[in-house]
């Protein structure tokens, strides 16, 4: 091993500037000459507008301009787009509102976007904005994901006959009818998977610069993607040809899902920079952040498992209503349905499944892809569908998921739900986290607890994701607008050393240090020497960006690929050099060497030798700079048991998680030390989920937890301190031999927490969050 | 924010002048109820008027049978105090528990109090205590202060100086925190002095008040068990989001036994 190399604990490079105070944030940038800009937002979930006076607003003191949805569509400008189609049963595509970057006669929640008003300052902008007169025609709201869709129900989108997005069914109705009538016990459930409001620390921010001398905008922005972005807004929100638009996200300080997306705000002030021809910079304030970032989750399911009398799961049926917001957001559609349920196979062989998601349309902010994306929600599902059975057939849940388990020689392993899993070694994971967390001796500790007036209980959580999001194929089968590829570029300077750019982007994953670790170990090149650069379409060749846990799982191997490319290409130029055949320089360590001689080139020469090419070969290009694409072959299947126990306090409903413990399978790691950072970020938040964290709309729409007074974000004293370990498989299709690991935390967390509780009390189920009320009454019940 | 004009005076007699020429003026303590307010423009004070700088409002003192901080002392200092620490040991404790490190650098026991808030901690100390209030034109009895939701028996031009805690023989607090913003959804306070008990609580109600049926069933009886019996009238409890009335009024139940438990 490389020092630094692959498999080291290196601490992360980038925190020196973090630490110091040399971040770059969106917020950062000053640019000379910048107004700032302040969204008017819908204070009603359903209106319609009769009239937007802004005449008083825009003779307030220091405005520059006051745009509405009517300035956009004048100039072509928008509507925001969803980017992948989901056919519903009726055979069409999806029903797709329009979404206007600026409302267009009606808003249809609250923080829709009425107006942006554009000053020299920000209390100028925010001054003006109260000046701004809208009438509205107040609508009765539509709120409740279980009933939106409901006869009788408001409508909110002419295209939307009965609120519905679409109703998607999967898999043989018929076939799983007919075992559920045969089998020799069904077990069901009925479960809410709590909506979330994402909350990364930074909030979004863009800040927008028109140059009309080269007709070029710069959009810095909190992104994920910034190439995605660009090529959202140019291909289909008409802000500039793609050439003409440098998008860059700089530092950002998180982003779990909710930065993927192209956002009204962005588009609008990028599109306002060239009106006014003066910078213009927003940042949304926390309170802007609960309404209008994408939210995550909120379904409601039925949940059924037809067993036969050992316990073996015959089929699996699914019901289940997704709440997509408002509007679609970009990736919206594609959370339900594709990341959902072809994930509801979990670790199980169950042979037949059937799911119907319905998607509806709420006077709620529009739902998207948070930290897991559709996987938490199946797994959530499944993992305490599955004790729901254990109880019902008087197996304990480990042994009901070892009966059930897909078994280690039938990897990879085709699901009925369409993935292909790649490697895993189920049992190998759920043994080890039995040892971690003393699962043998429960009894004793729950007999202990009790004599203190306390209960305690145990929960499993076998979860299984699909990450590395995604062979371009199967994402363009699925209805998906775009290529899931990632590229990199690794160019050697002539003084040796290294800039790798990659398409993928970090906020907060540590990248800069895990890929120069890559890099390190490929090349041999000092750890030191390399710089990851990424975030900058300017900058770097392409990309599609950071989510789905794909940054290593494919844009490492992009990398990977590059630096095989200058391997190849050095062989040739060290052949030369040394005077022997290419088919005898081999490479290793940074050298390269003649087979079963001394004779030795260091890379760093043949790199300066590429690029001062005196004496060269003949016919070979200059210069040592490669590119390289990676399209993976298939998805990455991350999975794991987490275990954790828990400690009632029956007379209040409180919570406290004793101990919690992890064993994964994330492939071969690069970096334990931030892998294991991604682990606990992903149980915190998937704690969160599970204890904490509730979004609620009251009935007329208005968001009841849009600040931390009521939004409940796990704290350090939420959570104990982790228990984790790996049981590690080698994926076949991926060259690195790695998974991600990003959201694995998140999935797996929720269902081995509230089986934990359930099991403390001895109830069938209890909703998220399990707030101290929630598990007070549940003790009450029993 | 909008716009106002800030300053600084320092004694309480240029305050008071200063508020009675204001337009619509305030008095900022440590600013973390102030200032986020006006931060969302929920308020709009022509002046500010910051107590800061009048050294006299701040500081600790003990004598023989009481405990009197000044109203800008913050609430890392009460939590910090040995003095308190060993009078009323619970007071520091419940100091300690309030907000954030930030919040009690900056946060007063003044502030607290004349804002209020019905889920805020030292109101259960005061009235269960039997503090007295002192301001620039009197003293006011801890069971007369708080007179409804973020409202006291404070005049507009009047400034908190000092409250004064009686000691008692024991006294403990017991909060129940509202998971997300981490005020008290339930906070009962528990003074026994002599064959005297006295209950305060917060949170439950929208605005702290005493547990007179609880100090009935204690007094004489000043055990766990005593409180099991007490009536708690549900439809006098706060709802929301976090805790039903019926919760609440069990958690009164169950943060007064702790209470009681934490004093024998
Ligand atoms: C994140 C956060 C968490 C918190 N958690 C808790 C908690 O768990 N428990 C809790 O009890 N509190 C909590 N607080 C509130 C905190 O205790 C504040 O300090 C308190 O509410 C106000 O005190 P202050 O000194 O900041 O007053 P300011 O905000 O400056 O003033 C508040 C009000 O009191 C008036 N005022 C201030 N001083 C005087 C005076 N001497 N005479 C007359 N009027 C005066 C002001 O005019 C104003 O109306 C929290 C606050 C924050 C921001």
Request: hydrophobic residues 40%; proline residues 5%.
């Amino acid at each position: 091993m490389a020092e630094n190399g692959v498999g080291a604990s290196v601490r992360r490079k980038e925190d020196n500037r973090f630490l110091i105070g040399k971040g770059n944030y969106t917020d950062d940038i000053t640019i000379a000459g910048q107004t700032h800009a302040v969204f008017l937002r819908s204070p009603h979930a359903h209106a319609t507008i009769n009239s937007i006076d802004t005449i008083a607003a825009s003779a307030a003191p220091g405005v520059v301009a006051i745009f509405t949805g009517d300035d956009l569509a004048a100039d072509g400008i928008g509507p925001l787009i969803c980017g992948v189609t989901v056919t519903s049963d009726d055979g069409q595509p999806h029903r797709a509102p329009v979404h206007p970057a600026l409302a267009q006669g009606k808003v249809n929640y609250v923080g829709d976007h009425v107006a942006v008003v554009i000053a020299e300052s920000l209390s100028q902008a925010k001054d003006a904005a109260e000046l701004v007169e809208v009438d509205y025609g107040v609508l009765p709201a539509v709120t409740n994901t279980a009933t939106a869709a409901d006869e009788g129900q408001t409508q909110i989108h002419e295209v939307a006959p009965g609120n519905l997005c679409f109703n998607w069914p999967f898999g043989d109705k018929a076939a799983v009818e007919e075992v559920f009538t045969a089998a020799h016990k069904v077990s069901s459930l009925e479960l809410i998977n709590n909506r979330m409001v994402t909350n990364p620390m930074e909030p979004r921010a863009a800040i927008a610069d028109y140059n009309a001398g080269t007709e070029e905008i710069t959009l810095h922005l909190t992104t994920q993607n910034p190439h995605v972005h660009r090529l959202v807004l140019s291909a289909f929100n008409q802000l500039a040809p793609e050439h003409k638009l440098r998008v860059v996200g700089p530092d950002v300080g998180g982003g779990f899902g909710a930065k993927i997306f192209i956002y009204a705000e962005e588009l609008v002030v990028g599109w306002a920079c060239r009106k006014v021809n003066r910078p213009v910079k927003w940042t949304a304030d926390r309170t802007e952040a609960f309404l209008s970032d994408a939210h995550g989750r909120d379904h409601v399911s039925t949940a059924e498992m037809a067993m036969d009398e050992n316990g073996k799961f015959l089929a699996l049926r699914v019901m289940t209503r997704a709440n997509l917001g408002a509007y679609l957001s970009t990736f919206g559609t594609m959370v339900p349905s594709y990341l959902y349920a072809f994930l509801l196979a979990g670790q199980y062989s169950t042979p037949l499944i059937y799911s119907e998601v319905k998607a509806v349309f709420t006077n709620t902010a529009p739902v998207d892809a948070s930290r897991g994306a559709g996987r938490p929600e199946a797994t959530f599902l499944l993992e305490r569908l599955v004790d729901v059975c254990a109880a019902d057939m008087g197996l304990d849940p480990v042994e009901i998921r070892r009966r059930n388990f897909i078994p280690v020689e039938a990897f990879p392993y085709q699901t009925p739900v369409v993935q292909c899993y790649d490697s895993g070694d189920y049992h190998a994971a759920l043994d080890k986290a039995l040892v971690l967390a003393n699962y043998g001796s429960f009894a004793a500790r729950a007999e202990e607890a009790k004599s203190r007036g306390k209960r305690r209980g145990i929960g499993l959580s076998s979860y299984v994701e699909a990450c590395g999001i995604a062979p371009s194929a199967a994402v363009g089968q699925l209805g998906g607008g775009v290529g899931l590829w990632e590229s990199a570029q690794v160019r050697f300077n002539p003084t040796g050393n290294v800039q790798v750019f990659t398409g993928t982007h970090s906020h907060g994953q540590g990248h800069e240090t895990t890929f120069a670790q890559l890099v390190t170990e490929q090349l041999g090149v000092p750890f030191g020497n390399i710089e990851v650069i990424h975030g900058d379409t300017a900058k770097t060749q392409f990309g599609m960006g950071t989510y789905g846990s794909r940054s290593l799982a494919v844009g490492g191997v992009a990398i990977s690929k590059a630096c095989e490319k200058l391997i190849a290409k050095g062989k040739k130029i060290a052949a030369h050099a040394l005077e022997a055949a290419e088919g005898d320089i081999e490479f290793a360590d940074g050298n390269f060497t003649v087979a079963g001689t001394d004779k030795a080139m260091s890379i760093e020469a043949v790199a300066f030798n590429a690029y001062v090419p005196h004496s060269y070969p003949e016919g070979l290009e200059p210069g040592f700079d490669e590119n390289a694409f990676f399209d993976p072959l298939n998805f990455s299947f991350p999975a794991g048991t987490h275990i954790c126990e828990v400690e009632v306090d029956p007379d209040t409903g409180e919570v406290e998680i004793i101990k919690y413990s992890a064993v994964d399978d994330f492939g071969k790691l690069i970096n334990p030390m931030i892998v294991a950072g991604q682990v606990h970020g992903g149980i915190a938040h998937g704690v969160g989920q599970a204890l904490l964290e509730g979004c609620r709309y009251d009935s007329e729409g208005q968001l009841i937890t849009a600040s931390y007074m009521d939004y409940a974000m796990p704290r350090a004293d939420n959570l104990p301190s982790f228990d984790i370990d790996y049981a590690p498989t080698d994926p076949p299709d991926n060259p690195l031999g790695v998974k991600g690991c990003g959201e694995a935390g998140a999935i797996g967390a929720p269902p081995a927490v509230i089986n934990a509780i359930v099991n403390a009390l001895g109830v069938k189920h209890i909703d998220m969050p399990a707030t101290p009320e929630t598990v007070w009454r549940a003790a009450q019940s029993v | 924010m909008y716009e106002f004009s800030y300053k600084k005076v320092s004694s309480v007699e240029d305050a008071v002048a200063a508020m009675q020429s204001a337009d619509d003026g305030k008095f900022v303590a440590g600013g973390q109820t102030m200032l986020p307010t006006m931060k969302h423009r929920l308020a709009s004070p022509s002046d500010l008027i910051d107590l800061g700088g009048i050294g006299a409002l701040n500081g600790i003192s003990i004598d023989d049978d009481t405990v009197t901080i000044g109203a800008m002392t913050t609430h890392a200092s009460v939590a910090a105090s040995s003095e308190v620490q060993v009078a009323i040991p619970a007071l520091a404790k419940l100091a300690g528990n309030i907000g954030d490190p930030a919040v009690r650098n900056r946060g007063t026991i003044g502030g607290s109090i004349a804002n209020n808030d019905p889920a805020a901690d030292y109101p259960a100390a005061v009235i269960a205590l039997g503090a007295t209030v002192k301001t620039n034109k009197r003293e006011i009895p801890g069971d007369e202060f708080f007179t409804g939701m973020f409202e006291t028996a404070l005049a507009e031009d009047e400034v908190i100086t000092a409250v004064s805690f009686p000691m008692v023989d024991k006294a403990a607090y017991m909060k129940f925190e509202n998971p997300a913003s981490r005020y008290a959804i339930v906070g009962v306070f528990v003074a026994k002095s002599g064959d005297s008990v006295r209950v305060g609580i917060t949170g439950a109600t929208p605005c702290a008040h005493r547990g007179m049926r609880l100090e009935a069933a204690l007094n004489g009886n000043f055990s766990a068990a005593a409180v099991e019996g007490v009536k708690i009238p549900v439809e006098k409890m706060n709802s929301d989001i976090h805790a039903s009335a019926e919760y609440r009024a069990h958690l009164v139940k169950v943060m007064t036994r702790r209470a009681v438990e934490a004093c024998s």
